[in-house]
């Protein structure tokens, strides 16, 4: 999670990112990615903390974007 915080602050430039098979990520973290306005394709496959109804949520605030 630690390195999600300084993903989020380089956002601006960042339109896609893998997270698969991260056992750190949790959805805390993966909430930080919720400032980088111009990420497009996500990749959280098996990743035991990263919860599927928060990943429903972050889908839906992007396709509001």
């Known amino acids: 999670d630690i390195g999600l915080q300084a993903i989020a602050i380089l956002q601006r430039s960042i339109v896609s990112i893998d997270l698969s ?6 959805s805390a973290g993966v909430c930080l990615l919720s400032a980088c306005k111009r990420l497009r394709s996500l990749s959280l496959s098996h990743n035991g903390h990263v919860d599927d109804r928060f990943i429903a949520e ?3 605030s992007y396709s509001r974007t």
Not at 21 to 26: E, F, H, K, V
């Open 58 to 60: 972050l889908m839906y």
């Open 21 to 26: 098979r991260c056992p750190s990520i949790t």
